[in-house]
């Protein structure tokens, strides 16, 4: 779902629809990624999270069908998808299933959906855990709603487009990719609570900038390593007779630790120190005290490090690399882990040479090819043109 040659803007968009179609699209949506700056591994334990919706999107430019089809072009794999919305069958066949769920949970939710033809394109990276995946999801969804003269309920939407994926897609995320996705603001992060799904849009001080830092390795097979820590957080909450780790407090945790065994206790002290940090963290950002803020990221990737155990080799280099640059304010593994990105708080007159700086000093390292982007908080799902 991503170009190969950089940023993609509506434009660009418009012109691959125009080669495609041969004529200028009468709608251009854009659904943008997230990247989560504190907060991991919290969401499926009701917990905290403070992601922020960045300025690379997922992008659709289309024109509405008279009739009930679906016809859609993916410009970066050259994959050609169709369905009728009242013959809707998963086929398993890529991009074009997450289109389809999206269709299946609106209509299943009883909205009346029309037909449209378009392009995807965008400059989310696929697998780097910035959430391309939610971001067609979401913005489908927005396109669905265009098209169909149907309100559009952020929240009400994130929540169709994560039934999608976990459902029709058959992924069982969390609802934080969505809801980020939906309800952005530009300039703000957004606090979370993974629970009542109530949210707080956070402003991010203009001095700072969010640096992502692509390791250029991508996570294995690590579902059992998944499944495992999220089946300790549940026991655990079981034991303690709460709905959630969120429920247990600090202090009691370390009241009751000597009843676990180490690992599990390891697991459990990540999730419940880091909602506190989340917390933390919402606040100081809410203060301008950009200090506070990037000292609660280190500490939440050396958590997720020794205490989750789901960092890796790259990524703890990327982030070391990071932490030693001048003007670098924090820095810590973003995502689930085992690969992927880091992300950091960089002062925002030292950003460009942070960005030069870390990506060869981490080439020279690893030996990985690193992808660094300057980031900058953008606006929810909306429709551009």
Request: with cysteine; charged share 25%.
């Amino acid at each position: 779902m991503t170009t190969q040659s950089g940023r993609v803007d509506r434009q660009t968009v418009a012109g691959i629809f125009h080669q495609t179609f041969g004529k200028a699209p009468d709608i251009v949506a854009r659904g943008p990624g997230r990247v989560n700056l504190i907060g991991e591994h919290t969401d499926y334990n009701d917990g905290f999270v403070l992601p922020m919706a960045i300025d690379r999107a997922i992008w659709i430019a289309l024109r509405p069908r008279r009739d009930r089809w679906v016809m859609v072009h993916f410009n970066d794999t050259k994959q050609y998808g169709e369905f009728h919305l009242d013959a809707l069958r998963n086929t398993g066949e890529g991009s074009i299933e997450y289109v389809k769920g999206v269709a299946w949970a609106l209509q299943e939710e009883g909205f009346f959906l029309r037909g449209w033809e378009g392009v995807v394109v965008g400059d989310v990276p696929v697998g780097a855990g910035l959430s391309s995946s939610a971001a067609l999801e979401v913005v489908t969804a927005r396109v669905f709603a265009a098209v169909s003269h149907c309100s559009w309920d952020p929240v009400k939407m994130a929540l169709l487009s994560q039934r999608a994926e976990n459902r029709w897609v058959g992924v069982q995320c969390g609802i934080m990719d969505q809801l980020i996705s939906a309800c952005g603001r530009a300039d703000h992060a957004l606090l979370i609570d993974c629970r009542s799904l109530e949210f707080q849009h956070v402003p991010l001080p203009p001095t700072v900038r969010v640096v992502i830092l692509d390791t250029g390795t991508r996570r294995g097979l690590v579902d059992s390593a998944y499944n495992e820590r999220r089946a300790a957080c549940e026991h655990t909450a079981e034991r303690f007779r709460v709905k959630a780790l969120r429920d247990i407090s600090l202090d009691e945790f370390e009241r009751r630790a000597v009843e676990m065994d180490e690992t599990t206790r390891k697991r459990v002290r990540h999730v419940i120190s880091e909602n506190d940090r989340t917390l933390r963290a919402a606040e100081a950002l809410r203060q301008g005290d950009v200090t506070t803020f990037g000292r609660l990221m280190v500490e939440s990737h050396v958590s997720l490090r020794d205490d989750f155990e789901v960092s890796s080799p790259a990524l703890d280099a990327m982030v070391e690399i990071a932490l030693s640059q001048p003007g670098c304010l924090g820095a810590r593994m973003t995502g689930a882990g085992f690969g992927g990105c880091a992300v950091a708080l960089v002062e925002a007159e030292t950003a460009e040479t942070f960005a030069q700086n870390v990506a060869e000093q981490y080439r020279q390292k690893t030996k990985h090819e690193p992808a660094v982007y300057i980031s900058r908080a953008s606006d929810g799902a909306d429709i551009v043109a």
